[in-house]
């Protein structure tokens, strides 16, 4: 296939560009969107030991996660105590003790794809650390 595309001010062109796209690429089918993790512990509401781990489903086509867990439902810089990028396991323990600042703690996770494509955010779960 081939697409044109001129460029025209007050009658004059002043740029012609013509692209061939591939078959190959005609072929290909989009991207699946990316759906929301299930979260699945704590559960919403637990009371927990230090240090707890926290589980959601995988979501298909994620490549990565990003997970967030704040003393607040803002999921802000300022209410942020633990936020990554990076995480490739559908778990994260928690480590050092978050819960000195807050005890009760709120936490939501996001699939990000390959293309670093954001997902929808997850539920957003609270639990208390005792």
């Known amino acids: ?8 001010f007050m009658g004059l062109m002043l740029l012609s560009i013509a692209a061939t796209t591939p078959k ?7 991207s699946t ?26 979501v298909p086509g994620a490549a990565r996660y990003h997970i967030q867990v704040a003393g607040g439902t803002y999921f802000d ?6 936020e990554n990028w990076s995480l490739t396991s ?3 323990r928690i480590s050092g003790h978050p819960e000195a600042y807050n005890p009760r703690l709120y936490w939501r996770v996001q699939a990000i794809d390959a293309s670093n494509v954001q997902g929808p955010w997850s539920q957003t779960w609270q639990f208390t650390i005792k």
């Open 1 to 8: 296939m081939k697409a044109v595309r001129r460029l025209v």
């Open 24 to 30: 190959a690429a005609l072929a290909m089918k989009p």
């Open 33 to 58: 969107a990316l759906t929301a993790p299930i979260l699945l512990a704590p559960a919403n509401g637990a009371i927990v030991s230090p240090n707890p781990t926290l589980l959601w489903h995988a």
């Open 77 to 82: 810089q300022q209410y942020n105590f633990i």
């Open 90 to 92: 559908t778990s994260y």
